[in-house]
């Protein structure tokens, strides 16, 4: 079946993945496969922005990718692959960042938000990492970018970098990537109050073990209000239950979400449930990436093979690029 176009989209390399990770972008990732011809990339050089050391970011890379073949990336046909294999976004980074006005760059919330987060750590390539991910997307001749609300901008400001270079070299070398927008639920974490994330260690691992789930699933808050298990509970304002909306079969959501308001049901009982269930619905993934596992050798191949792919793309775009700079 002809595919609707190609999709591109970049994670940081964060190890092993958690439930954030997954029902925020891993779950759309695997399902974009069957319209689109996918392009994934482990942006490594982005992380390089905030990480103190590297000494992780091999380790890190491979999970992170080991956990995405589990989950269902098909590396057949998708092209997944790690940023720094394919040079030629260096390049296109630095070409790009001079059609890319300073003063946009440093107005954009997220670098605020960056400069909050490192105020020790404020480096040039912090500026420009909205750059370098528009090298990322227009050097692959990405036709969608899915992307939730927040990232919304960058794509907006991707396009415009796009309109630049394409105007001021007279040339139609870059592509205009769309944005698809994407419903990206925001998963908070076992204290049910901020996102999940490593940062914060409220996070649930994919590659856990059941036991290790478990523990965490009876560390997380429910609803605030119930103090006493003889107290009704409201199943609307807690982090268990609308996680049960998701891992857990519909008529025990129900029976759950009754129970619950009448103090049928206590707080204990009902994450012991959720443990299970999570636990049940992980056990095909955690059985292929302990095979997958297996071999690294393979993992590694899988990513290089990608990165192949990636480069003979990328150098037809550079080659474009370059004769549009009429570069000597
Ligand atoms: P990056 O900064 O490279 O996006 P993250 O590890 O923060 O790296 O996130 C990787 C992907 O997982 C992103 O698409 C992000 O939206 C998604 N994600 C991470 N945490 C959550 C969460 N708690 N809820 C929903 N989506 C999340």
């Known amino acids: 079946m002809a595919k609707k176009g190609r999709v591109f989209s970049g994670a940081r390399p964060t190890g092993r993945q958690h439930l954030g990770n997954y029902l925020g972008a891993i779950k759309n990732y695997v399902a974009l496969q069957d319209d689109y011809d996918c392009v994934y990339c482990i942006v490594d050089l982005h992380a390089l922005t905030t990480i103190e050391t590297t000494a992780d970011l091999k380790q890190n890379t491979y999970e992170m990718a080991l956990d995405w073949l589990a989950a269902g990336i098909r590396p057949e046909e998708t092209t997944l692959f790690i940023q ?99 419903e990206i639920p925001k998963v908070l974490g076992i204290d049910g109050k901020e996102k999940m994330g490593k940062s914060l ?64 049901i206590g707080c204990v009982d009902c994450k012991k449930r959720f443990a299970e269930n999570l636990n049940k619905s992980l056990e095909p993934f955690r059985a292929r990436r302990e095979e997958i596992g297996k071999t690294p050798n393979d993992v590694w191949d899988i990513l290089h093979d990608g990165a192949k792919r990636a480069r003979t793309i990328a150098e037809k775009t550079m080659a474009d690029v370059r004769e549009a700079l009429q570069l000597p």
């Open 84 to 182: 720094s294999h394919v040079p030629q976004v260096t390049e296109l980074h630095t070409i790009l960042s001079m059609v890319t006005p300073l003063g946009k760059l440093t107005d954009l919330p997220t670098f605020k938000e960056k400069v909050r987060q490192n105020e020790s750590n404020i480096n040039y390539g912090l500026v420009g990492y909205p750059v370098l991910m528009t090298a990322d997307i227009v050097l692959y001749r990405s036709d969608v970018v899915p992307v939730g609300i927040d990232q919304a901008p960058h794509i907006e400001f991707a396009r415009e970098i796009v309109r630049s270079f394409n105007y001021r070299y007279n040339t139609k070398a870059l592509l205009e990537p769309q944005m698809k927008n994407t």
């Open 201 to 264: 260690n409220n996070h649930i691992e994919l590659a856990a073990t059941p036991d290790e789930t478990r523990l965490r699933v009876m560390q997380m808050v429910t609803d605030p209000q119930r103090m006493r298990r003889t107290d009704p509970g409201n199943p609307d304002v807690c982090n268990v239950f609308s996680m049960h909306k998701i891992f857990t079969p519909a008529e025990d959501v129900e029976m759950i979400n009754r129970e619950c308001r009448v103090a049928g």
